[in-house]
């Protein structure tokens, strides 16, 4: 329903405001590893290139342009200086929701746990569309529209590799980019 849809976008973005707010040097003393934000991200906007490239052949034209355009759009200057404390792998297969309680009820799979643009703990979101992505940006402390589009960038970004690589056709990324060929 549409009231638990709103609960849990706000609890999820309370949720990663408050794993968000362990100060970075607390984070590191507890041995959580920085990612190299100036690397890792072009890095992964790369590989989702080349893993088009490697692909091309294969894809639909219409998902290639897609595909294409998305990459071109992505600017990775944006992100060299917002590090924080991320569980950097929240999306709909580490939520758990209870639907007779209408509530999420955990958050799993904590092994990307590192300190790392907060963009990531976002990204999972655009899985259920941007305006449950914007509901849960308004109960982020620190939401700005920047914020939505590096989350945005990541996104694209994950559903070009998990849909080049998947040669079925049926998998989870081909459902990603069903549900959002206009993003």
Known sequence: SDSQRSAAAQELGEFVSDIHSLPVAEAKS????????????????????????????????????????????????????????????????????????????????WTNLCIDDR??????????????????????DGASENLKRRSLACYKAMVVLCASEDESKRGFGWQLLADNLDL
């Open 30 to 109: 507890l041995g959580v590893d920085e990612e190299d934000q100036e690397e890792r991200l072009p890095y992964y906007f790369s590989l989702a290139a080349r893993t088009l490239d490697s692909h091309r052949d294969r894809l639909d034209p219409e998902v290639r342009s897609v595909f294409t355009r998305w990459l071109s759009e992505i600017d990775t200057t944006a992100y060299a200086k917002d590090a924080t404390f991320c569980h950097a792998d929240i999306w709909h297969k580490h939520i758990l929701h209870d639907p007779a309680l209408g509530r999420i009820t955990g958050i799993i799979d």
């Open 119 to 140: 963009s990531r703990d976002f990204a999972g979101c655009w899985t259920y569309g941007e305006r449950f992505t914007d509901m849960v940006l308004a109960h982020y």
